[in-house]
């Protein structure tokens, strides 16, 4: 079993965001995975079965945490990684990651959803395991985390997620299922990158939140039926949207998570809780996986002379 001891991670209530939503909101904060983001869950399964089977190396197309969740778990495995990222649109921490893990890391000349049709055809042709979420074992592994909700909290009415390639939410409500549980599965996707919502493919997807920048969903019916089947929804909010509840974390809950995370809390704030009165937002990835996200969006630093009276002004005033 090729594992970084993934899993088990905190489940905060959140009284300001609470307070706000008209509803108690509980966040799931999966950027405390080993690798910082949810993926470790399904990769764990992915890559021990891809060892299993004799793979000789893994790959994925990403939008930067499957990348540097698989580069982390091929190299514990000891297999060869490649990721396959669109060129200049995944976060800087991410890229660090995949590269530090030793993985060859492809810029593509193009975005999330060219990449994964290119790599499916490149394990066709290779021995080597895909390890994208199409790839069932990373279900089987990040059903875990409604096991977990379930664990600690005996009823909940819906789940809030970010919804991209459409794996997680399908993965939660696989999960919620097969312990007898039905909350509802509430989406969400940025306006810029919401082909569910709109019924059909996006050729250019464009966000603030880079995770979920993805136009063609590889589990769109999935996903889909978990959504109609848990009587929830998929709605867009827009990145202003974003970048709002982004902050609102941060500030007001102590908990800083990646923009594509705040998708959720986001959508939540914009649609209300729908009936519900208890939710877990999902926050899918840390926030120091995009520092270039966070500066733009923070406050500045306060320069200051080394003498008391400037640091009096500074801290004070
Ligand atoms: N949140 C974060 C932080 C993500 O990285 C992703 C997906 C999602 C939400 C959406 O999950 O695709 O299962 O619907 N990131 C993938 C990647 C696509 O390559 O890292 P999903």
Redesign the pocket.
């Known amino acids: 079993m090729v594992t970084l001891h993934e899993g088990s991670t905190p489940l905060v209530p959140a009284p300001r965001l609470s307070e706000r939503a008209g509803a108690e909101v509980w966040l799931k904060l999966e950027g405390a995975n080993p690798t910082g ?3 470790d869950r399904g990769m764990t399964c992915a890559v021990s079965a891809a060892l299993r089977e004799g793979a000789q190396a893994v790959v ?8 540097a ?1 698989a580069a982390a778990y091929a190299a514990r495995a000891g297999l060869r990684g490649a990721v396959i990222v669109p060129e200049g649109k995944i976060a800087t921490g ?1 890229l660090a990651q995949a590269l530090m893990h030793g993985a060859r890391v492809v810029a593509l000349r193009g975005n ?1 959803d060219q990449a994964l049709a290119l790599v499916r055809e490149l394990v066709d042709r290779h021995p080597i395991a895909l390890v ?2 199409i790839n069932d074992f990373r279900l089987e592994g990040q059903k875990t985390a409604a096991f977990e909700v379930l664990d600690e909290l005996d009823e909940v009415d819906a789940v809030c ?11 939660y409500w696989k999960g919620f299922v097969e312990a007898d549980a039905a909350p509802r599965m509430l989406g969400f996707q940025a306006e810029g990158a919401a082909p569910l919502v709109r019924g059909e493919p996006v050729a250019e997807p464009e966000t603030v939140a880079s ?2 920048r ?1 136009g063609n ?1 590889a ?1 769109w019916e999935e ?1 889909m039926a978990a959504i109609v089947g848990s009587g929830g929804a998929i709605e867009a909010v827009s990145d202003a949207e974003i970048v709002d509840a982004y902050r609102l974390l941060a500030a007001g809950e102590g908990v800083f998570c ?1 923009p ?2 705040a998708a959720a809390v986001a959508g939540l704030l914009r649609y209300g809780p729908r009936g519900a009165r208890r939710l877990v937002c999902v926050l ?2 840390h926030g120091l ?1 995009d520092p270039q996200a966070a500066l733009e969006s923070a406050g500045a630093v306060m320069p200051c002379e080394a003498s008391l009276g400037a640091l009096e002004e500074a801290v004070l005033a």
């Open positions: 983001s949810f993926k994925c197309a990403s939008t930067g945490n499957t990348a969740s991410k999330f994208n979420s997620l970010p919804v991209g390639n459409a794996g997680n939410v399908t993965a995770a979920i993805i969903p589990r996903a990646e594509a995370s899918t990835g996986k």
